[in-house]
C-alpha cells in the first residue's frame, strides 16, 4: 500500500489541504486504483503512436496570425465582469498575497 | 394543451411553425412541471427567472419571419456550459459563485437559432464520475425511480428530459457523460466525433476527451441539436469541420462480445440480444469483432483522466476567481482553497493525476497508457474498414441505488463500453433498448452504436431503427 508520507507528499504537489481521515482512505483508494490501472503495463511501446502515421491525418498543428480579432474576442467589453469576480479587489486591482516572502 | 412539457422537438416545432402553440405556452408547461417534480429530483440546481421572457422573445422572432427547428424551444443547459451573465458552478462549490463573462459557442450557436434556457443542471463535479451523486449540490435522483442514480456525469440534463422538464438538453461527455445517464434515464445521448463541437465555453475536464452532446427524447430531436451545435470554431482549434456524410447505407454491425464475458447482468444482456434481432428485422448484418486492445481501455482511459484533470483543475487556486480561502501563507492560501473547494471524487483524482505525472512513475502509467490509446485507436480505425457500427449495451447494468457504489473503483468499472470512444474520438450515441425490473420499478436500459469518425449519420439512421 502507498505510505501516508507519499500521500502527503502528493497532497503538497497537488496544493491540496487533507484531513488525517482522509489521507487514510487515499492510501486505501489510491492502492486499489493504481493496481488497476496498472495493467497497462503489459501494452507494448512497440506500436503506433498518436503524432505517427497517416493514422492521424487529421492532427497537424493550428496556426493563426497574432493579430487582435474583434470578431470572436469574447472577452472584448468585459473587464469590469472579470474584476468583479476578484476575491479581494482594491479599485480596478485585484489583491493578491505577496509573492515573495521569508521561508520559515 | 396541458401536455406540451412531453411533446419532442420536432412535433412541437411542427406546432409551433403552424401556429398551434407558441413558446410561451411550452415553456410554461415546462416551467409547471419543474415546479411539480425538481424539488425531488433535483435535476436543475438554477431555474432562470427570465426563461419566460426569453420564450416572449422567441414568439416574437416567429412573428417577424423567423423560423428555425429549435426556435422557441425550451432546453437544460448542464452547468459546465457557459451562458454569459449566468452562474456556472459546474457543480462545485470552488466555482459557487463564478458568473460566466462569455457564451459558450454552443450556447451563442442555440441562442442565434433562438432556443430557451430553462435552466442549469445538475452533474458530478467538473464531469467527474458517472452518477451526479459527486455534484457539490447532492444526486439527482432517477425519475423511474428516485431510490436510484440518474446517471452521470450530465444527470441533471438527462432527469429533466425524461421526467418532462424540457423538451431536450446538452450534456458533456468525457468518458460517457452523455450515454450513462440517457441509458439510466430511458433517453437519446449521442457523443459526437471529437472536434466536431467546439469545446470553448465548456469547463475543461480532460481536454482530449470532452464533446458537448445533445440529450433528447427522440433520435430525430439529437440530430436537431447536434445539427444546430456543430461545426468548426476559431475559438477551439481543435475543433473540425463536421464531414456531414449522408449516405444512409450502413449495415454491418460488429459486435465484441468478448467484453461481454464478465460484469454484464443478463437481463441487460438478454435486452441487447433482442435489440440486435430487432435491427437484423430491418436489414442489418451482425457479425463479431475483434478489437484485442478493449481489454486496456478502462485502465488507459482513466490514467489519462487523472493526469489531465489535475493538469486542467491546477487553475483554480483562489487567486482571480471562485472560492478563496486565507491561510497562513501563499502556499496555505491554495491549499485551503482547493482543498475546501472540491469535493472528495475531485480531490482523489488530482491525487491520482500528480501521482501518474511524477517522475519516476510517468512512463509506466501515462505513457503505457498513450500507447493503448493509440493502439486502440488504430484496431477501431481497421474494425471500420469491415463493419460501419459497432454495438455494446451502454451500461452493463440499469441504474444503481443512490450510495452502493461507494467503492470508486466499482464506480469506475460501470465505464466499460462508454470511455472508448472518448479514448478513439469515434461519434456514439444511445438510445432506449427496453427496461430491466428492480424492485418493483421498470428501469431504462440503453444500446450504444459507435460509428466511424465523422459518421453521425449512420448513428442516427440505425438508431431510427430502434
Known sequence: MISKEEVLNLATLARLKLSDAEVASLQKDISNILEYVGQVSAVSNQGPTLDQGSSRSDLKNVMREDVPRATDNVMAGKEEVLRSAFPKREGDFNVVRKIIQKDE | ?????????????????????????????????????NPSLNAYLEVFADAREQAQTADARRAAGESHPLLGIPLAIKDNILIEGRHASAASKILGNYVATYDATVIAKLKKAGAVFLGRTNMDEFALGGSTENSAFGPTKNPYDESRVAGGTSGGSAAAVAAGMALGALGTDTGGSVRNPASFCGVVGLKPTYGTVSRSGLVAAVSSFDQAGPIAKTVEDAELLFDAICGKDPLDSTSIENSKLKIENYKKIGVPRKLFEKGVEPEVLAQFESALTKLQAKGYEVVDVELPSLSYALAAYYIINFAEVSTNLARFDGVRYGLSQKGENLFDDYARSRGEGFGAETRRRIMLGTYVLSAGYYDAYYGKATAARAQLRKEFESAFTSVDLIATPTMPYPAWKIGEKSDPLAAYLADIFTVTANLTGNPAISVPMGTVLRDGADLPVGIQLTAAHGNEAALFAAAKQM
Not at chain 2, 7 to 34: D, H, N, P, R, Y
Request: charged share 25%; aromatic share 0%; hydrophobic share 45%.
Open chain 2, 1 to 37: 394543451m396541458s401536455d406540451l412539457n412531453k411533446l419532442s422537438i420536432t412535433e412541437a416545432a411542427k406546432q409551433m411553425a403552424a401556429g398551434e402553440v407558441t413558446s410561451v405556452q411550452i415553456t410554461e408547461a415546462c416551467l409547471a412541471e419543474i415546479e411539480k417534480r
